[in-house]
């Protein structure tokens, strides 16, 4: 099939415009659908010798420079040559042999000292190293590198991170000017909506992408989306029957929302419908005069026309604070943000306690240790921030609210136990969240200890240790014996390293509610890590739906402290009320604090009425055809390892063109509140095969609004999802025993047969349906035709009370038979 020029343009990975331009030059005029021949093709197989795979390398190593290689400079500087000595004695990993592999050459530069493989490779190298061992482990160890392409398609951490951190808010640009001095908080704040543009731009994950329409799948395949400077290169690009643009009425440049319909765009353009329509058409689009459009659809049409777009700013949100975008060279590295995560028992809080022990500052200052849900370490000069609550259910309460504050989880497997349900739990949790893992192997001072094979079973779940070719790294350790933490805090601090942590710490402060509670004394208190900027005692604060000026800040040694930059957990006093952790805290006025506050707090309410919608099978559909979901999480939890394996499998089976299912977690056991966290915080159905949610589940998933749905039949799951992506699934109902009474008397009349019944449990409607039962068998199953208390009709008759019963089209009625009352209700989540 004869390509057009956006799409060869795709193809050589340059502009169509590029492509127009060199076909210009050799006198063919070529608009952005026009059909590439053989001869066009070999003039621009001449001029695009190098392919769009030859570009990218290019592209990053100009990245690269600016940060990768500072990297490599510290790792040799600071770390690799003063630990030399003391690594080589150290650790396990001193006689591992040679692998050949890229990310133990990476990280090994940095832990044992052996940098001169790393030296002679760039920062390039090492990114692309990383990200080419992070394909058989998607999810772990990305290095967060902003402008990294490696790291973009493995796990997508960065941009995943932009989502959480800037999914739909507002923005402003903070860069150069603020540079110099953190006092001036508002100076560097400028409105500009080319960069509110441009921070929606750059985030292809982020929450506000446009709906995908059948349009967009076509033309965004040769997306250019800038069109602004086409003018100026001969502006009109007509092949194929288009008319010249008439300059007298019709505008040069027009503002286009994300989304417009096909009649009103040719309105902005000033054309008739049809010949937009007709312009869509060459395009190979077939559109109607009420069709949505998106706006790369409508850049590339009104190029055709030669007119300029732009991109009008979305809406404003009253109940937003307007997002500060940090120019690239006012970012600093910031400490990392540990989680430890792993099985119940596994020592999770015996290792934050060794790690706080022996490596907190306290002794240098003689601070008392206080509980404000994060607290800083330093090792040989570095601070690390660990998050105070163990487990994953902090993190992925944190995550369901739209916060993520982790960089580096740390796995604690004990050696003796092995891999357990909630470890299994804790890698997809992570994963699911795209932070790296790094394994602590602990308890090995115990004689059934059995570090292998823990490593062993980590494969399973694609987490393969360095040493063994992978690219995770494993530690051992003894939270009790104190052996490997060194080891433990500097594979951190490498990890963070390659993961270029950074902030801008000379702007307004933001950062995110970790705990928060009303003090009787000191009020509302909330801790707070601080993620980019710095928090100054004074500052004006608005955090969620609270507001107030911070009087005063505490750090975890209960110290008092006048600022907090990135990465630091203060404790803040000041807010007019409690916040929820996960809530976001921003610097601002107080004239906006006050007044977003208060919209939040309306939205708040509101929002509280209409419960936020999740994916469930039933609107599955709908949420396809919006645009919403192209990927379809799911929790899969079983009686028995078979059967989870067997349904996962099954259901990744299902091809559909719109829909890709995405496994999140799938293990053995009861449904339970984790899962319902997981499920949440992944917008992920669950569904569970011949189990059931337990208690807390159950009102867990209610308050969340999480679909679970409960099968017998493999068959039926499957049919059941297969069904909902495709606009199918039927309403489901399912039996609710409302009552059982006995048949004490029967009583004949001319007309009807009277069963005088004693309600024994829960009540009797005379709407329910009914099941007849004698000596166990279920004899009839009808409805109720009346229900009597002495002479009255009745609508219902509660437990311990005597009633009349008669049955629909049913006579047979005799003394002992229970009658069972049901009902049919829809299945909501259980
Ligand atoms: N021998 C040995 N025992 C350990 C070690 N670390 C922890 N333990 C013991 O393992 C048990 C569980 O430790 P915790 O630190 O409470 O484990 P946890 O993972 O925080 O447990 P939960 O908070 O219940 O999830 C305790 O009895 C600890 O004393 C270790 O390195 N060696």
């Known amino acids: 099939m004869t390509k057009r020029v956006y799409e060869v343009a795709k193809e050589y990975g340059v502009s169509a415009k590029n492509v127009i331009k060199v076909l210009g030059d050799h006198n063919i005029k070529a608009g952005n659908f026009t059909g590439i021949d053989d001869s066009m093709r070999a003039i621009l197989d001449k001029s695009f010798k190098e392919p769009k795979k030859a570009e990218k390398p290019a592209e990053q190593k100009k990245g690269m420079e600016g940060t990768g290689r500072k990297v490599n400079d510290n790792n040799r500087a600071k770390q690799a040559k003063p630990q030399e000595g003391q690594k080589q004695g150290n650790s396990h990993k001193q006689n591992r042999p040679e692998q050949g592999n890229n990310a133990k050459k990476q990280a090994q530069p940095a832990r044992n000292g052996n940098k001169n493989q790393q030296s002679g490779s760039s920062g390039q190298n090492h990114q692309n190293n990383r990200g080419q061992d992070n394909k058989k482990n998607a999810g772990q160890q990305n290095a967060k590198s902003s402008g990294n392409q490696n790291n973009r398609q493995n796990g997508n951490q960065?941009?995943?991170?932009?989502?959480?951190?800037?999914?739909?808010?507002?923005?402003?640009?903070?860069?150069?000017?603020?540079?110099?001095?953190?006092?001036?908080?508002?100076?560097?704040?400028?409105?500009?909506?080319?960069?509110?543009?441009?921070?929606?731009?750059?985030?292809?994950?982020?929450?506000?992408?446009?709906?995908?329409?059948?349009?967009?799948?076509?033309?965004?395949?040769?997306?250019?989306?800038?069109?602004?400077?086409?003018?100026?290169?001969?502006?009109?690009?007509?092949?194929?029957?288009?008319?010249?643009?008439?300059?007298?009425?019709?505008?040069?440049?027009?503002?286009?929302?994300?989304?417009?319909?096909?009649?009103?765009?040719?309105?902005?353009?000033?054309?008739?419908?049809?010949?937009?329509?007709?312009?869509?058409?060459?395009?190979?689009?077939?559109?109607?005069?009420?069709?949505?459009?998106?706006?790369?659809?409508?850049?590339?049409?009104?190029?055709?026309?030669?007119?300029?777009?732009?991109?009008?700013?979305?809406?404003?949100?009253?109940?937003?604070?307007?997002?500060?975008?940090?120019?690239?060279?006012?970012?600093?590295?910031?400490?990392?943000?540990?989680?430890?995560?792993?099985?119940?028992?596994?020592?999770k809080t015996s290792l934050l306690d060794a790690i706080r022990q022996t490596n907190v500052t306290s002794h240098e200052a003689g601070g008392i240790t206080q509980h404000i849900g994060a607290y800083q370490v330093r090792y040989n000069g570095k601070k690390i921030t660990f998050m105070d609550t163990p487990g994953h259910e902090a993190f992925t309460a944190m995550r369901a609210r739209g916060a993520q504050v982790t960089d580096i989880a740390v796995l604690v497997v004990a050696a003796d136990d092995g891999v357990m349900p909630q470890t299994v739990e804790s890698i997809n949790h992570a994963k699911s969240a795209g932070v790296p893992i790094i394994v602590a192997i602990n308890k090995i001072d115990k004689e059934s200890a059995n570090p292998e094979h823990v490593?062993?079973?980590?494969?399973?779940?694609?987490?393969?240790?360095?040493?063994?070719?992978?690219?995770?790294?494993?530690?051992?350790?003894?939270?009790?014996?104190?052996?490997?933490?060194?080891?433990?805090?500097?594979?951190?601090?490498?990890?963070?390293?390659?993961?270029?942590?950074?902030?801008?710490?000379?702007?307004?402060?933001?950062?995110?509610?970790?705990?928060?509670?009303?003090?009787?004394?000191?009020?509302?208190?909330?801790?707070?890590?601080?993620?980019?900027?710095?928090?100054?005692?004074?500052?004006?604060?608005?955090?969620?739906?609270?507001?107030?000026?911070?009087?005063?800040?505490?750090?975890?040694?209960?110290?008092?402290?006048?600022?907090?930059?990135?990465?630091?957990?203060?404790?803040?006093?000041?807010?007019?009320?409690?916040?929820?952790?996960?809530?976001?805290?921003?610097?601002?006025?107080?004239?906006?604090?006050?007044?977003?506050?208060?919209?939040?707090?309306?939205?708040?309410?509101?929002?509280?009425?209409?419960?936020?919608?999740?994916?469930?099978?039933?609107?599955?559909?709908?949420?396809?055809?919006?645009?919403?979901?192209?990927?379809?999480?799911?929790?899969?939890?079983?009686?028995?390892?078979?059967?989870?394996?067997?349904?996962?499998?099954?259901?990744?089976?299902?091809?559909?063109?719109?829909?890709?299912?995405?496994?999140?977690?799938?293990?053995?056991?009861?449904?339970?509140?984790?899962?319902?966290?997981?499920?949440?915080?992944?917008?992920?159905?669950?569904?569970?095969?011949n189990v059931r949610p337990d208690a807390a589940a159950r009102k867990a998933a209610e308050h969340d609004n999480v679909d679970m749905r409960m099968y017998r039949v493999i068959y039926d799951?499957?049919?059941?999802?297969?069904?909902?992506?495709?606009?199918?699934?039927?309403?489901?109902?399912?039996?609710?025993?409302?009552?059982?009474?006995?048949?004490?008397?029967?009583?004949?009349?001319?007309?009807?047969?009277?069963?005088?019944?004693?309600?024994?449990?829960?009540?009797?409607?005379?709407?329910?349906?009914?099941?007849?039962?004698?000596?166990?068998?279920?004899?009839?199953d009808g409805e109720i035709d009346g229900l009597r208390r002495f002479k009255d009709d009745v609508k219902e008759v509660a437990s311990g009370y005597e009633c009349g019963i008669t049955l629909e089209k049913y006579r047979d009625i005799k003394e002992g038979d229970e009658i069972e009352a049901y009902e049919m209700v829809e299945v909501a989540p259980e």
């Open 455 to 689: 490593m062993q079973q980590l494969t399973e779940y694609g987490l393969i240790s360095e040493e063994w070719g992978g690219d995770t790294i494993m530690v051992p350790v003894s939270a009790h014996k104190k052996i490997g933490l060194d080891d433990l805090l500097e594979n951190i601090l490498v990890l963070a390293e390659v993961s270029e942590l950074k902030a801008n710490p000379n702007r307004p402060a933001q950062g995110v509610v970790i705990e928060a509670k009303l003090d009787k004394g000191r009020g509302p208190v909330a801790s707070v890590l601080i993620q980019k900027g710095t928090l100054h005692v004074g500052d004006t604060i608005i955090v969620g739906p609270c507001f107030g000026k911070v009087r005063a800040m505490n750090n975890e040694r209960g110290e008092r402290v006048k600022k907090a930059e990135p990465s630091i957990p203060v404790e803040i006093l000041g807010l007019n009320d409690v916040p929820e952790a996960g809530d976001i805290l921003d610097v601002t006025d107080e004239k906006t604090a006050r007044s977003v506050a208060e919209k939040r707090m309306e939205k708040k309410r509101s929002s509280a009425l209409h419960v936020n919608a999740k994916v469930t099978l039933d609107d599955l559909f709908n949420q396809i055809q919006q645009g919403e979901l192209k990927e379809l999480p799911l929790i899969i939890k079983g009686d028995v390892q078979g059967s989870v394996e067997a349904l996962s499998q099954s259901l990744l089976n299902i091809k559909s063109d719109e829909v890709r299912i995405a496994i999140v977690h799938a293990g053995v056991g009861a449904i339970s509140e984790s899962d319902i966290m997981l499920a949440s915080a992944s917008n992920a159905i669950i569904i569970g095969f």
């Open 158 to 347: 960065q941009n995943k991170q932009n989502q959480q951190n800037n999914g739909g808010k507002r923005t402003k640009f903070f860069g150069r000017s603020s540079q110099n001095g953190d006092e001036g908080q508002n100076a560097g704040r400028s409105d500009n909506k080319k960069n509110k543009r441009n921070q929606n731009n750059n985030n292809p994950n982020g929450k506000n992408n446009r709906p995908h329409t059948l349009l967009s799948n076509v033309l965004n395949k040769g997306k250019n989306k800038n069109n602004k400077n086409n003018k100026k290169q001969g502006g009109h690009h007509d092949m194929g029957g288009g008319e010249p643009a008439k300059k007298k009425n019709y505008p040069t440049s027009i503002e286009l929302p994300e989304t417009i319909i096909v009649k009103d765009f040719a309105e902005k353009l000033g054309r008739e419908v049809g010949e937009v329509i007709k312009k869509l058409l060459m395009g190979g689009i077939m559109a109607t005069i009420n069709q949505e459009i998106d706006f790369e659809t409508a850049s590339l049409i009104a190029d055709e026309f030669g007119v300029t777009v732009t991109q009008e700013a979305p809406p404003e949100d009253p109940t937003e604070i307007e997002e500060i975008v940090d120019a690239p060279e006012t970012l600093k590295v910031r400490p990392p943000v540990v989680t430890i995560m792993g099985h119940v028992d596994h020592g």
């Open 717 to 780: 799951a499957i049919n059941d999802v297969e069904a909902a992506i495709k606009g199918m699934l039927e309403k489901k109902y399912e039996e609710h025993i409302i009552g059982r009474a006995e048949v004490r008397k029967v009583i004949t009349t001319p007309k009807v047969i009277v069963g005088g019944s004693y309600v024994k449990e829960g009540k009797i409607t005379n709407n329910a349906k009914i099941r007849l039962i004698r000596n166990g068998i279920v004899i009839h």
